[in-house]
């Protein structure tokens, strides 16, 4: 079992930027594909982006390509979301997730075992 904490939310102005950051508890992170969520109001939840065990493979939606960065530090149990040139339509709220095994889940929410309580993104004009 691992527990997942999201943090680093807030409100922030069009083309600002954040860093959302997911700690681990109970079992190390380097077991896990870990991955970001969204979910706004009144919408189904969306994909983010992914990476991989060892960092070598990400993964995007292709809404965010060129704006968001994955990363991870084994060593500290930690995940992070820098968020740059943010949108309007950025505003959700993040959930990290972890899936412990099997093939890449990538985007499939389904594949993830372990959820966040999330973190609320909010993006002003």
């Known amino acids: 079992q691992v527990q997942l904490v999201e943090s680093g939310g807030g409100l922030v102005q069009a083309g600002g930027s954040l860093r959302l950051s997911c700690a681990a508890s109970?079992?190390?992170?380097?077991?896990?594909?870990m991955a970001w969520f969204r979910q706004a109001p009144g919408k189904e939840r969306e994909f983010v982006a992914a990476?991989?065990?060892?960092?070598?493979?990400?993964d995007y939606a292709d809404s965010v390509k060129g704006r968001f960065t994955i990363s991870r530090d084994n060593a500290k149990d930690t995940v992070s979301l820098q968020m740059n040139t943010l949108k309007p339509e950025d505003t959700a709220a993040y959930y990290c997730?972890?899936?412990?095994?099997?093939?890449?889940?990538?985007?499939?929410?389904?594949?993830?075992?372990?959820w966040g309580q999330g973190t609320q993104v909010t993006v002003s004009p």
């Open positions: 109970g079992r190390t992170l380097s077991s896990y594909v």
């Open positions: 990476i991989s065990r060892s960092t070598v493979s990400t």
């Open positions: 997730a972890a899936a412990s095994a099997g093939s890449w889940p990538g985007p499939r929410g389904h594949k993830y075992d372990y």
